[in-house]
């Protein structure tokens, strides 16, 4: 590789280990334990790579002595292939991490199966009637959680699933538990339902909204639910009050929404930035006060958002393909990607170090940062 060539090369290029997929990339998850991250597509296929890089960015880091300028060198061996499996339903299939190393995936045939690092299937958890369209694990209690187009079933460890109601309104392809796993948060075509599931299943709340909820996001304490809607923005609701409401005003769908723990905020996709509020002034009833000016504004809607888990960054991927981490509210970027296929999917590793992408070519990729790149 001639010189002029090397200084063309993107952050992307030197830290990112990538995979070409034969279909997009719908969704990322990283397991429990950091060891591996899987991909689903649109395909119904699920793809896992190992997260342990044979060629560290450390390895490939170097300080001139004359002036102390550090430089990295490209990557010299291709990374090992990913994992893929069969097709488990017709379209993305739902995907939650399972244990310490393996990941949930519910199929066409009504299966919650569960996957190994390395592609096997171990057993199937929960078998319902119908495809399943969503799925959550909570390892706190050990229930999962599965729907089809109508109704949402509870599996406590591998015991039988229970339906929830039987006079249900059609359910949506969103669930999540809460982080203690004590409450259940189920999509409507109108609305949410909450679940007290610690005990025997019982309703607590039911929340209307002007749209169908696409995602559900709870913040680190538990005490918000945002939720991405199909169309006008996204809605937030507090668990401890009767506060909810809807923030509008997006260009483009609300399709990923991140909860910030270090910075107790909230980030949407949707907007020509990174759009955020800090909840010490939640964005409720058109209040703006909290509002966390991030990145720097553009042209191009951002696609998906994913906040660093011990840091105040925020990664954001955009419509024309461009990666940046921005420091929560600072207009400073990290410009890891400039340009490429319409990135779909983000998500960290639970120690911050690498940053899982996905995208509408089918690229699949882990970008693995140097400790000493987020100083």
Partial sequence: MNQHAIQNLTLFDLLARSWRRPSAIADLRFSADGSAVACTSVDGTVAIAAVADQEPP???????????????????????????????????????SYLSSGFLAGTEAGEAVHLAADGKVMETLVKIDGP????????????TAVANRQDVFLARGQGAAVRLRHDATPSTDALAFSPDGRRLACGRDDGLSIWAVDG????????????????????????????????????????????CGIVAGFPSPVRTLCWSMPEHALFASGAFRIAGWSMTAPPLDGDTSGALETGRAGLVPVETVAAHPEKKLIAAGYANGRITIAQIGARDELLVRPLGSAVTALAWSGDGRHLAVGAVDGTAAIVTFPAQIFK
């Fill in 200 to 243: 025997d299943a019982t309703p607590m709340r039911e929340v209307s909204f002007s749209a169908r909820p696409v995602s559900i996001r709870w913040s680190g304490d538990g005490t918000w639910l945002a939720c991405g809607l199909e169309t006008g923005g996204f809605a937030l609701v507090s668990m401890t009050d009767d506060r």
């Fill in 132 to 143: 399943v369209v969503a799925v959550d694990h909570n390892p706190r209690t050990a229930i």
């Fill in 58 to 96: 450390e390895s490939r880091i170097r300080v001139s002595g004359d002036l102390g300028r550090t430089t990295i060198r490209p990557r010299e061996k291709p990374p090992a292939p990913l994992i893929a499996t069969a097709a488990l339903g017709d379209g993305d299939v739902p995907l939650a």
